[in-house]
T-cell receptor, first 114, second 113 residues
Framework: NAGVTQTPKFRVLKTGQSMTLLCAQD?????MYWYRQDPGMGLRLIHY???????AKGEVPDGYNVSRLKKQNFLLGLESAAPSQTSVYFC?????????????FGPGTRLTVL | RKEVEQDPGPFNVPEGATVAFNCTYS??????FFWYRQDCRKEPKLLMS???SGNEDGRFTAQLNRASQYISLLIRDSKLSDSATYLC??????????????FGPGTSLSVIP
């Protein structure tokens, strides 16, 4: 099993450009999450999904959109990137019936917006 | 006040030392508690869950005090490989347990030879 994978690993954008980050998991987990991590701030939840076709806002959703068309994939979109979105983005998944609230993380995407 | 606060660190300790990390949380309705470990430029990984009765896993002991809204992690006989950032995580207390998953800012540990 690959676990949780993220694409791309690194990206540099100019202000106003758009991009989509892809998260994929092969553990048949129902729940998936997108976080951003900034120095001194800890991880902050952007959006999450509790099943295929469902999404919900987390703590810092503004400027991001998500989609969960397939159970194994969770996409994070930036429609018009801003320098404040420079961060490391982590995707995670969990399956409460067997693993409780334990979250399994992908390796992260390092995004720089110039 | 931040919802989850941790010792600011960094902690620099010699091999073999015992080190304790503290974490406080503000939401009394929180239900689940964890310690995660994050190596430099890597993703967080679960170290251990924290139960009201306290739990131990080898050299690691976690304690929860719900009345004081306080969580601790004790590492005995520190190894060089324990060098990492330790994240306190609290969940529950929102409409679902998922919109209230709060990560602390982390405490950095460096174990020195």
């Amino acid at each position: 099993n690959a676990g949780v994978t993220q694409t791309p690993k690194f990206r540099v954008l100019k202000t106003g450009q758009s991009m989509t980050l892809l998260c994929a998991q092969d553990m048949n987990h129902e729940y998936m999450y997108w976080y951003r991590q900034d120095p001194g701030m800890g991880l902050r939840l952007i959006h999450y999904s509790v099943g295929e076709g469902t999404t919900a806002k987390g703590e810092v959703p503004d400027g991001y959109n998500v989609s969960r068309l397939k159970k194994q994939n969770f996409l994070l979109g930036l429609e018009s990137a801003a320098p404040s979105q420079t961060s490391v983005y982590f995707c995670a998944s969990s399956y409460p019936p067997t693993s409780g609230d334990t979250q399994y993380f992908g390796p992260g995407t390092r995004l720089t917006v110039l | 006040r931040k919802e989850v606060e941790q010792d600011p660190g960094p902690f620099n300790v010699p091999e073999g030392a015992t080190v304790a990390f503290n974490c406080t949380y503000s939401n009394s309705a929180s239900q689940s508690f964890f310690w995660y470990r994050q190596d430099c430029r890597k993703e967080p990984k679960l170290l251990m869950s924290v139960y009201s009765s306290g739990n131990e896993d080898g050299r690691f002991t976690a304690q929860l005090n719900r009345a004081s809204q306080y969580i601790s992690l004790l590492i005995r006989d520190s190894k060089l490989s324990d060098s990492a950032t330790y994240l306190c995580v609290v969940s529950g207390g929102g409409k679902t347990s998922y919109d209230k998953v709060i990560f602390g800012p982390g405490t950095s540990l460096s174990v020195i030879p």
